[in-house]
Every structure is written in structure tokens, then in C-alpha cells.
């Protein structure tokens, strides 16, 4: 007989490791939190202007997915409103919901962290588990909000990622600084399209990725 395979989720930041667990425990109180809301740039001007640690666990949530829903690009720093004339407002609870619902069913039995890579990476090692990390590009450190990963954790991260038993795969921004961190490593490149913008991808163009892993990829 097998063993249930075990899953984890970590991120740093503690708003999204929040939302995680309000989703996985308290689904229907949420929905209740958010029932009512509307897009508006008054509300989202002020909840940007909200101390989060002012909140219960349950606001905190729900300011963090109005923001990320209303915000353009979903940027946890540097937010701005976003609207546009093509499409509805960006909060609606009933379109909204059977998402919502469809993550509380799949985050149950998901292990939800909020730890330092580093830590994550040693507690969870192993020959069978394996890692799939998305920190953020070269050049883009700040994107994940203050404080959370800076230019200097890339190196860590490749010390830490050398020491690995168990597989990994990552990936990031092709560009030289990359390459040379991580050359260690398995680097293969792969095209994607840079846009947040349906309308602008045509122009945006590919751009170059890689991935990057410990282990050979699949033929």
C-alpha cells in the first residue's frame, strides 16, 4: 500500500500564506467577509492605506485578494488601481467564488508555510520530495513585496539548492548574472511571452527563460 503523497506551500509572505490557510479552514466565513464587495477606487485606495497588522486574519484575507484582484497586474508592491474601458470590474463575487471554491477543495491536506527558502529547503529534503521554486526574476527582487528577497539571496539560494537531495526545478529570467549564479546546474532555455496584456502580447514578443533543475529533464 502506498503512502499519501504529502504536499507543501510556502511563501514568505505572510499575507499570501494567510489567505492560503483562511481559504483551506474558514471557506464560508470568508465568503461571508467579502459578500458585499464592490470595485471601486475608493475602496481600494483604502485598503492600500490599511495597516494589515490592524486586521483579524479573516480581513487580512479578503483585503488581500480584493487588492490583488482590483490592483493592475496584481502587483503586491507598488499597487495601482486597475480599470479599463473593455472589461467589467475586476472584483465580482459570483464569478469570483467558484474559483475561491475550487482552491478550498484543493488546498485540503496542503501543509501552508511561511518560512525563509532556506529553512523550507532543509526541513523538507529528501530523496523523494521535490521542489518547484518561483522566486522572483533578476532585476525584479522587490516585486514580492519589502523585504522579502533581495539580490544577494540568489547566491544563497544556489548554495542551498547544491545541497539538495531531493530534485528541484526553477525557473527565471534568462540573462547573463542568472547563468552565471546557477551554472552549477542544468540551465535549459525555453520561449515565453513577457505581456500582461492580451491585447499587447503580439507586439511584447518572446523572450527567453530558463529553467533550471539538478536533474536531467525528460526527453
Not at 490583488?68 to 464569478?95: E, I
Not at 511571452?193 to 527567453?208: F, L
Amino acid at each position: 500500500m502506498s503512502r499519501p503523497r504529502a504536499e507543501v506551500i510556502n511563501d514568505r509572505g505572510r499575507d499570501i500564506a494567510n489567505l492560503f490557510r483562511i481559504l483551506q479552514r474558514h471557506y464560508v466565513q470568508f465568503l461571508e467577509v467579502l459578500r458585499f464587495g464592490l470595485t471601486t477606487r475608493a475602496e481600494f485606495e483604502r485598503l492600500v492605506a490599511t495597516d494589515p497588522a490592524t486586521l483579524t486574519d479573516l480581513e487580512r484575507a479578503a483585503r488581500f485578494l480584493y487588492l490583488q484582484r482590483t490592483a493592475y497586474s496584481g502587483k503586491v508592491s507598488g499597487r495601482a488601481f486597475g480599470v479599463s474601458r473593455d472589461l467589467p470590474g475586476r472584483f465580482n463575487l459570483t464569478t469570483l467564488e467558484p474559483m475561491i471554491e475550487a482552491l478550498h477543495e484543493r488546498l485540503a491536506g496542503v501543509v501552508i508555510e511561511c518560512l525563509d527558502f532556506g529553512e523550507l529547503l532543509s526541513r523538507y529534503d529528501g530523496e523523494g520530495t521535490l521542489f518547484c521554486l518561483d522566486p522572483p526574476y533578476w532585476g525584479s527582487e522587490g516585486e514580492y513585496g519589502p523585504g522579502l528577497f533581495a539580490r544577494a539571496d540568489f547566491e544563497r539560494l544556489a548554495g542551498c539548492l547544491a545541497g539538495l537531495r531531493g530534485p528541484f526545478l526553477m525557473s527565471l529570467n534568462d540573462c547573463p548574472e542568472v547563468r552565471a549564479t546557477f551554472a552549477g546546474f542544468r540551465l535549459t532555455e525555453v520561449r515565453t511571452t513577457w505581456s500582461i496584456d492580451r491585447n499587447r502580447a503580439a507586439s511584447a514578443g518572446d523572450r527567453a527563460e530558463l529553467l533550471i533543475a539538478n536533474r536531467p529533464f525528460p526527453a
